[in-house]
């Protein structure tokens, strides 16, 4: 079928994927060797894979993996900035997907929020989801924190923000929704 799978998510409060001042704003093949470790942990507890905080703080989301992390609350929809909300982080990696979807999610009438995003919003969310080059979007189905879960249920896989956002892209891809941004070229 055409129906999104929920993943499972661990907050990693023990290992950091991304410091201030290195490389984790930049595609770089060693970039993916600190997620290896704590990857490899979540996924032989069960989770699909890892949110990882800021260094410093451990307090504020980054990345899910190698895939930017959305958080839906109400119209708003809340992303980890690419330069820390006015601190140049540089831990955030930029992504062609990342910034269609912060264009499809206001042309579909939400706020869209680039700042230092507490995790603990997560707690208090509508729905929540991650977006990468190979998966496009995946919806996030249950969160866990030092044992404490929050999950979010939806009859399709992922909540109506998610769906949006997910159909209009892939849509856009399949030539099945008309391109308002150019983002197309077909080739003859």
Not at 11 to 28: D, M, P, T, V
Not at 162 to 175: A, D, E, N, V, W
């Amino acid at each position: 079928g055409n129906q999104l799978s929920p993943i499972k998510l661990k907050i990693e409060h023990a290992y950091s994927r991304a410091a201030k001042g290195g490389s984790g704003g930049i595609k770089a093949v060693g970039n993916y060797a600190a997620s290896l470790l704590p990857q490899t942990i979540a996924k032989k507890e069960g989770f699909d894979n890892v949110i990882y905080l800021d260094a410093s703080e451990q307090k504020y989301l980054e990345e899910v993996g190698t895939s930017n992390i959305f958080v839906v609350k109400g119209k708003k929809i809340y992303t980890p900035a690419l330069k820390g909300g006015g601190d140049p982080m540089d831990t955030i990696l930029e992504g062609v997907t990342r910034d269609s979807v912060i264009q499809v999610a206001k042309d579909a009438g939400y706020e869209v929020v680039e700042d230092r995003v507490p995790f603990t919003l997560l707690k208090e969310a509508d729905e929540a989801f991650t977006v990468g080059t190979a998966v496009v979007v995946s919806p996030i189905g249950a969160v866990t924190y030092k044992g404490e879960t929050w999950s979010w249920k939806f009859e399709e896989g992922a909540g109506p923000a998610t769906s949006k956002i997910y159909s209009t892209l892939t849509g856009i891809q399949t030539g099945k929704v008309p391109d308002p941004y150019g983002w197309t070229v077909y080739l003859d």
